[in-house]
């Protein structure tokens, strides 16, 4: 009880005392995600609304396969993005192993799945002539995809801090394609993680905190949005 | 996109999330050319000498570090498959293995601190004060008391097995012995919540001393050394390794100045030094 | 004859299941065509392969003479027809953005935009909803909304699918009463699938018969209610009582026919001996307690009452006068006559209230 009390402490310490390398840390984990986040919405409602939109063989198997996909391990990612990226691997050449880049690809892949699962399901659940309705009133394709993506706006908000929840929060893929490295690196989960194996409870429950804290403050944005969206 | 140019609302997102990615690219401009991957144990890391030593020469040469803190066993794996340029590691019998392979060259004693057997203050065991390390082993098993191991084919780990068999005791599937598989630091505190012995390096022990309720009950036994040696990755080998890098730090950790700091780091927080110099010296002089 | 919209030799396939077989429609330019039919006939889908919404998988669609045979055509047709489904199906945005958006479509400019909508907002009455979230209005608002939206393209087509479903009778009378006002007034033509011949009376011009995926009958309104050239066509646009007969005599086109014994006096060119239907509306039959003194009926039976059934506005009694017979009385009739099941009372209808349809065997 007494090291949680010191932890939270800790944690006011730190953020009221903008401590540089703690400002940092929250900073690169806020750009890492938000671009991961930011790459899986375009690719997973443009995937996802059109797996939704499109009739082809084998389109339950590939939607059970997005569905297994919002499941994917963080560690199962880290493991594979690393034995592609790596020196000797086929996409060695890159050199990005241990970079800010690793991490944002292993959690773009990450939070993909989360992204299309969601807005795949959000299109579908569109009333079925809702699409024939605006083709009706003279729309192009183009056209018509972006309505029904707007008329999706509530479901695509939610599906964003979903995959914003689940990559900022991940450690597994991030600490191994990213590598922890101080200052370059390290978010706040695998600082955490390192932490604690240092035993330095507090730190590392003030850097939880702080994440918890991010995670709130992100969450809290998108669904003032989203409710400014949505009155009643 | 004329017709909805009314939707703020993703306008605003996207801004937001343009601001936050182009912030992020501007961080990432990290040199490219200059990056060495230097494989370590977690006990260099965790111990905080590599915060202390990683900027001056970053700052001397101009390159860039990326430290992956794993165990030995790990990172001579990266080092047999290139994917790192330099090790700090302190697993000797595989070392000269890794070596003798070919996949390292130039491989050069950096420091040692020692390996110290903890345990919690009750001492089931009754081993404090024994002299040899593997008479403390022995005792442990049978006692039947429990014992906290690595497990993860670290430079401790492969030191603790080679204990074991000295001791002439198979712990491998005995009730009384447990593997976390995770770093030293997270095994001590393993350790001390569950009130069992391990062996530990006495650098970690004693920067996470603080936290742990665990006392040091054997020491000073020549098998208990814990010897760091630095090995460069055979870059004839592996093209892609940056051999030149590695080679300045492997020079930079066995210079007169670094092995200086390694002297005195960790005096002013724990009173004693955490690892002692040894550049230049025999293996077999160490200790006496 | 103009037609503005003709399908030939149409045929839809649903799962390897023909669902629409259509030989030939045409929608004539400034006329209003009802689609009639029970669920399933395929009406729906008719109207959207005539929107161009649904390629149909042999067969041809001519707009205004032109096939519709590629992708540009089919998009030129498209913006020239306006659909409006059974569900109002709208966006969760404003009333006045919901009516605009086809007008967005078409990239027209701010001002033309605010005047279709605000026009087209006013026919049905909802300028006061321009503001309001689509998804707080009530049912029969938001059908308007859905019809505003449709009008205000001022497309030279427009279909509609089920336009009063599930609407209460009061909205969707005045609703009904607005339609039909809008249609007179903008002269657009217009294909309503319907399945109530209330609303095809008082709306459609034309109407063509569907069932099953088949026309089985097209014609004006008077031709296929006052008409209809089969069992299931009368049965359906509301002729209750359908008999048997045999022409005995015929003379200047007054015919004698041989109904169960009884003898009904009908119009038409049939000859004798040959076998008929004696289709009669309910509507058309005259009940009284006692025999008219001077009625210009000529055919005219004692009855007993079978049945009395209660509907909304009326009761319908199944008489047996010989042959069975359905009709009409009022409410109040009813009481004031002192009808009840098993009265004995007088009916009558005119030679020309029999519709003759040729009967095989």
Redesign the interface.
Known sequence: MELIVQGIIKAFELILSFDPEVMGIT??S???S??A??IS?FIGVSIGTMVALTNFRGKRLVISLINTGMGLPPVVVGLFVTILI???GPL?FL?I?????AM?VAQAIIATPIVMGISLAAIQNLPPNLRLQILSLGASRL?MV?VLI?ES?LPLLAA?MAGFGGVISEVGASIMVG????G??RVLTTATV?E????N?DIAIALGIILLILAFLVNLLLTQ?QQR?HPR | ????RN?R??I??MIA?LL??S??AN??A?P?QK?I?LATT?ST??SGLL?VL?PVFEKETGY?V????VGSGQAMAMGQ???ADVMLVHSPDAEKKFVAEGYGINRRLVMHNDFIIVGPGADAAKIKGVKSSTEALKQIAMANALFISRGDNSGTNSQEKKLWKAAGVNPENQKWYQQTG?????T??VTSEKKGYTLADRGTYL??K???ALNILVEGDAALLNIYHVIEVNSTK?P??NGEGAKAFAEFMVSKRTQEIIKSFGVDKFGSPLFFPDAGKKVEDLGK | MNNILTVQNLIVQRGGVTVLDISELNVEEGRILALIGPNGAGKSTLLLTMAGLLKPDQGKIYYRGVPVDNNANRSRMRRNISVVFQEPLLLSTSVFKNVALGL??R?LSGSEIQKSVGESLDYFGISSLATRSAKTLSGGEAKRVSLARAFALKPELILMDEAFNSLDPPTRETLMEDLHNILEKTKITAVLALHDRDETLRLAQDVTVMVEGKIIQSGTTAQIFNEPDSEFVASFVGTETILEGTVQTTRAGLMEISVAGEIIEAVGNFLPGENVYCCLRPENITVSPVMPEKTSARNVFEAKIQKIIRQAFFYKMILDCGFPLVAYITVSSCEDLNICEGSIVVVSFKATAVHLMRREK
């Open positions: 900073w690169l806020l750009q890492i938000g671009t986040t930011f919405l790596w020196r000797s060695g050199e192993l241990y970079t800010p880049y944002i056209q972006w707007k706006r964003v590598g922890n490295i101080k370059y690196s390192m604690t194996s240092k035993g409870f949005v969206q | 996109m004329k017709m909805f939707s609302l993703i605003t997102l999330a936050v990615v912030g992020a961080l990432y990290a490219k990056n991957i977690t890391q965790d915060d990683l860039f990326k430290t992956i803190a498959k290139g994917e995770l770093g030293m630091g997270q001590l505190n920067a996470m603080k936290n742990l592996w892609k390794a | 967005k479509f990239h």
